[in-house]
Structures are given as C-alpha cells and as structure tokens.
C-alpha cells in the first residue's frame, strides 16, 4: 500500500520534473544575451559570431531545436558545454557528487547536532542548555554561509594551519575508485584509510560552513515543537498516569513534534543548493553550484538546461524521502493517504 | 484521621511567582475523601478547581510554583514521600480523567501502545504486552465496546469524542484505582454524548468501589451523581455539605448565586448571572474573596471569615453565621 503510494509520488514527481525541463529550454533561450557572442568573446567578428550560430542550431524555430535536443537526450547526450568544451553529462558527474557530498555532510551535522539539541532546550525550558541554544542557533541562522566559511577559514586553515583551505582532496591524492562519486564513501568502500583522511579534512570546514544555518533553524524549530509539545494535554496525561520519564520526553513529545520539524528539514537541505555556491567559491571546492551560476553567467544552453533538471531531481528526491519519512512518523498522513 | 478516609486536603495554599507579582491562587483549601465517597467540586471557572486535582496528583512541578499546607493520602504526608512512590499512586491509585479525551491521547500511538503503557503498571509485577492487551479488550467490552480490537489498532483520530472518552474511562479504572479525579470530564464532547459517557463512568466506579472527585460546571450532573460537595470560590472552599442540604438550602452567598438559576437535570450551565468576575489572585481582595461581588457584604468581610462548622459534613465559610455552629441557620 505504502509502495503504490510511492510509485505514485515518483510518477507525478517525474511528470513535473519534464516540465521543469522543458520550461528550463525554452527560459534560457529567450533570456537576453546572445551565447555566440558570449562564447568567442568581444575580438568576433560578426560573420564568425552568425556561422557559430548556425553551428549550435541557433537560428532554427524553437519547437525544432527542443526536438533536435530532446531526440539527443533520449540517447543519453546532454550536449556539450560552451564553457567547458566537455559534455555535459561529464561536467555533471563530476560536479554533482562533489555538491552532493557537501550537502550530505552538513545535512548529518543538522541532523544529528540540530535535533538533539533542541530537544534538550525544549525538555529543560529557561535552562542553561536552552539559554546557550538560543545564542546559538540565532547565531547560526542570521549569519551567512560564507561568513562562516571565511571565518573557519581563517582560524583553521590560516591562523591554527590544522585544515585544508582548497578542493576535495590534497595535491597528490588521487580520487578513490568511482562507487557513488562521495569521496568519504568510495574511499570507505575501497579500505583506503589514508584517502578517507584526507577528504575528511577537505570536507569538515565547507562541510560546517554550509550546516551551521540548518543546524540553527533545526534546533529552533526542534526546541520549539518539543517545547509546545510538553504543554499538550496528552503529555499531562502521560505524567498523570505515571509514563516512565524517558519514554514521555524521548518517545512520547518527540515523535509528533517532529513532524513539522522534518518538513522544515526538508526545505533547508534544498536551500543548501544555494548556500553551496558561495561556499564552494570560498573552498574552491569544484562541485555543482559553482558551475551552475558559472554556465549561466556564460549562457551555455546545454549546460543550464542539465544542471537545473539535475537540481530540480535533487530537490524532488529530498521532497519525497521527507514525505516518506513523515509518513511512517504521522499515522494521521500515512492512513489518509492509503484511504485515498 | 478518621477510619476510612482517603484523601485529605489541609490548609493548602497554592502560589505562583508571577512577572506580575505573587498569585495567591489556593487560599487554604481543605477537603477530605473518604473511601468510595462520590464527591462533587463546584465553582465559577479559573476558581482553582483543576489546581486542587492537579495537587493531588502531584502534577505540578513548574519552578515558580510554592505550595504550603498538607494532602495525605491513607494519613500518609504526601509532600514528604519520595517522588517515585508518589509516582507509583499515578495511574495505579489515583487516575484522572480529561475534559477532552481527544487531546489526552497522544496522536501518534495506538491505542494498545498507551492502554498497555497503564496497565503494565497495574498488578504487583510488570505485566506482558499480551497479558496487558487480554485486559485491555475485557475492559473496552465493559464500556459496551463490541469490536475492542479494531479500537485498540486505531490512532486517536480514527476515534469519535464518545469513543475516545470510553478508551480513557478503561484507562482510569483498569488498574483498580482508589480515587479518580474527574475534571469536567467530557465538557468538550456533544451534551448525549457527555451524558452518556458520565453515566458509564458513575456506573463503573460505583461497581469498582472507586472514590471519586467530580469537578462539574454543570449542576445537574453533581446533582445526580454525587453525595457531597464542596463549593469553591477564588481558591478557597466556602461551603460544604450533602447534595441534598447544598441543593435544598445553599447559605453561602455565592452558593445561592450559582444556584439562583434553577439548575436543569442535564444541561444547565452556572448561571451566568453572578456579577463580576472571579479575582485576580495577584490582588486576592483581603478578607472574603467574595466580598466585591457579595449582596450582603458588611465591614467585617474586610477580615477572614472564619469557617462555620454546622454538623458533620457541613460547614460554610461566611460571617453571616459566626455563632451559629450545629444549628440550622437560615441565611
Ligand atoms: N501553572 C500555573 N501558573 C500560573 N497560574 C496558574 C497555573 N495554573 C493555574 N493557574 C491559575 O489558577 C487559577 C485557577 O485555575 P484552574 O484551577 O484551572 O481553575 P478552574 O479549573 O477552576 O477553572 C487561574 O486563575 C489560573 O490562572
Ligand atoms: S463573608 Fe461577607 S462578603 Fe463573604 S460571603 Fe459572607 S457576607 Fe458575603
Ligand atoms: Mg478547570
């Protein structure tokens, strides 16, 4: 049951995802500046600039080039780059695991600082756990990513010299065998400690630079939820007939306080795409957002139109695990969307 | 203590540090429950009744807080026993029941996963899930439940009020409770359904033998239900006796105030019609608490009225019958 519910989200989710696609073409090939032009820079001339038109199928009806492009990308090209000269698809195997893993790092950290967190501030209201939260996680929300990431840049890499300032991995290093294209992963799955290390360093300052935000947010909203929580008439009930302490803080308040919460989770991971890009550029880190606002400042079509879809299947995939996941939380969303 | 008794409530005060100043709420309150007596609380609303129940169950652990006085319980000092003893009397001795059985229910659980979280705690030994599920339908049944097992697999919100409020009167009384402190229980449900629901709680806990403390806005179910009653008013008790003596013959003037209106048997609400409001305990009026409200308030009202002891079981805090103990008085 749980699964035709699933199978049904994908369907839809894959159905909008096309759309975005094709909304993407024709956006970018509207928008003003002219990719020719942009590509052989300001010495063309302007009979090179309209034979590299007609190269790039430029001058052709719109309805014609989306045929001609989505003809191509049923047999698996996405075209090449104007910028890097590369194929796309290459260009996105490369840059997309790179963000990914950035974004999976900080996501664990917002997950496993954010949440406890504010279940301690939320449990022990007005405490000195919850007085040092909220300096905290305000700190943590009003400041941006890339203030962080100058600052831990500074004190780690500069002043102390302990981290790495640059890339995924040091000079020298080479890249694990490709699993999944994350570093920490693949260089796990080959048993190679040395290479593991290494990224490890790589990727804690950009890593923390991107969380702190959602770290932030999510022990706000986690302290807050949990706190309203223990206020609930079925929390007195639980104290009123004597529930095991544990069970009434961990169990009983937790579980429908985290539903709001992980819905709030669900839109940061997504809002990290943006955060990525500064926080790339500061890192050098070579990943996905870097070269997203790169190929669009170049308006290299192919590329712009990969990378978007590539995003917006990010974003679907982060929309239909957190569904899921409240799902099994949320008995109310689980058995109402089953009687559908 | 006299053979038999409960619960005794003595010279309680309740009071909260407030940004605003000291909320006297509880201003010596004193009641006793004896042994499977039915006992009716009555009084305007935010007058301190679902304080008292929570005291008793011990149920407030706010920081702010200062309680003074006493409650025994079987003559035992409850503020001087350990907090897991007192703990051991929630949900096995002493059970409460809500005024909104919906929202006592946490909306994440079964049904099964919280009746058996009450009555593993019940019986000498920590009893099995299964053991706890066998009661628990033998218990749904006995609150005319014909399918306990689909009500047990469901969530909270698959419940109506009515059901929902079933489920909660099994709680209270699975594990074979002394006392049950009833507060408003099922104000928030449909007025048949309220009444029936009260029904089959005054029936349970009489074939349980059960004491119990029903906190009433509503007349008429006191009326039926219960034996004796305390009426309260700003935190204090102002009048105490039989339902038949209260309701014949109220001598408080604030109990013949909230019986100005002949109460129906089902349905009728205090009157609305008693002038002003219920005080600010962060400026409690000195003397009477009623004072600013009372018809016949003299000079004197200024100080503490003193508490007038008419019988046994009857008493009424009122300086219109100073002098008059252990004879009728006619106010
Ligand atoms: N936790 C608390 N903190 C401060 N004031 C409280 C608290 N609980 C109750 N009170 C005050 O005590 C008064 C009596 O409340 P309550 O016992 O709920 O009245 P009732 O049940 O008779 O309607 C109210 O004025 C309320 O503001
Ligand atoms: S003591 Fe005075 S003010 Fe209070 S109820 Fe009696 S007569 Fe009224
Ligand atoms: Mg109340």
Not at chain 1, 80 to 88: I, M, R
Not at chain 1, 222 to 236: P, Q, W
Request: with cysteine; aromatic share 10%.
């Amino acid at each position: 049951m749980l699964r035709r519910y699933i199978i049904r989200r994908s369907i839809a989710a894959l159905i909008t995802l096309f759309g975005v696609s094709v909304l993407i073409f024709f956006l970018a090939r509207v928008m003003p500046g002219d990719p020719a032009m942009i590509a052989l820079g300001e010495t063309a001339t302007l009979e090179q600039i309209a034979n590299y038109r007609e190269r790039l199928g430029l001058n052709e009806p719109l309805l014609v080039q989306y045929v001609v492009y989505i003809t191509s990308v049923i047999h698996g090209d996405l075209g090449d780059s104007l910028y890097t000269h590369g194929a796309v698809l290459d260009d996105l195997a490369h840059t997309f695991p790179a963000t990914l893993e950035l974004i999976l790092f900080s996501t664990v950290l917002m997950i496993t600082i954010g949440i406890p967190l504010g279940v301690l501030a939320g449990r022990f209201r007005d405490g000195f756990i919850d007085n040092f939260t909220r300096v905290f996680s305000l700190l943590g929300v009003v400041t941006p990513s890339f203030v962080w990431a100058l600052f831990l840049m500074l004190v780690f890499a500069f002043y102390l010299d302990v981290l790495p300032a640059q890339g995924r991995l040091s000079e020298g290093v080479e890249p694990p065998a490709f699993v999944t294209g994350l570093y920490l992963v693949d260089s796990i799955v080959a048993g190679d400690w040395a290479t593991f290390r290494d990224a490890s360093a790589h990727i804690v300052m950009p890593g923390t630079a991107l969380a702190m935000a959602s770290v932030g947010q999510t022990t706000r909203m986690t302290r807050a939820n949990v706190g309203e929580s223990f206020d609930k008439t079925y929390i007195e009930f639980a104290r009123a007939y004597g529930f095991k302490g544990f069970r009434t803080a961990a169990v009983y308040a937790l579980r429908p306080a985290l539903i709001p919460v992980l819905t709030i989770m669900g839109l940061d991971i997504a809002i990290k795409f943006g955060s990525a890009f500064l926080v790339e550029t500061v890192f050098s880190w070579p990943g996905m957002a870097r070269y997203g606002v790169q190929v669009i400042l170049f308006k290299d079509l192919n590329a712009i139109v990969g990378t978007v879809t590539i995003i917006g299947f990010f974003f679907i995939v982060i929309n239909l695990i957190v569904d899921i996941v409240v799902s099994f939380v949320d008995p109310r969303i689980r058995l109402g969307a089953l009687a559908q | 203590m006299t053979e038999g008794t409960l619960i005794e409530v003595e010279d309680l005060h309740v009071r909260f540090d407030l940004f605003e100043g000291v909320s006297h709420v509880l201003n010596g309150v004193g009641i006793t429950i004896r042994n499977g007596e039915r006992i009716g609380l009555v009084g305007e609303s935010g007058c301190g009744k679902s304080l008292l129940a929570r005291c008793i169950l011990g149920l407030l652990e706010q920081k702010n807080i200062r309680i003074d006085g006493a409650i025994r319980y079987h003559g035992r000092d409850l503020f001087a026993m350990r907090g897991s003893e007192w703990r051991d009397l929630r949900g096995r001795r002493i059970t409460m029941i809500f005024q909104d059985p919906t929202a006592a229910l946490n909306p994440v659980f079964t049904v099964a996963d919280q009746m058996v979280e009450v009555i593993q705690r019940g019986g000498n030994r920590k009893r099995k899930r299964e053991e706890c599920l066998d009661i628990a339908r033998g218990a749904l049944r006995r609150v005319f439940i014909d399918d306990p097992d689909r009500v047990l697999r469901s969530y909270p919100f698959q419940l109506s009020g009515g059901m929902a409020q079933r489920v909660i009167i099994t709680m209270a009384l699975a594990n074979d409770p002394e006392l049950v402190l009833a507060d408003e229980p099922g104000t928030s449900l449909d007025v048949t359904v309220q009444e029936q629901t009260l029904r089959l709680m005054a029936t349970l806990t009489q074939e349980a033998g059960a004491a119990v403390l029903l906190i009433a806005h509503n007349l008429g179910v006191v009326r039926e239900f219960c034996e004796r009653l305390y009426v309260m008013y700003g935190g204090v008790i102002v009048e105490e006796g039989s339902v038949e003596e209260i309701f014949n013959e109220p001598l408080h003037p604030y109990t013949q105030a909230l019986f100005g209106a002949v109460p129906r048997l089902w349905g009728g609400d205090l009157p609305k019609a008693i002038a002003g409001m219920v005080p600010d305990y962060t400026q409690a009026p000195e003397g009477c608490r009623f004072h600013p409200r009372c018809p016949h308030a003299k000079p004197e009202c200024q100080s503490t009225p003193p508490w007038v002891k008419l019988g046994e079981g009857r008493g009424v805090r009122c300086v219109l019958f100073e002098g008059a103990e252990r004879s009728t008085v006619h106010a």
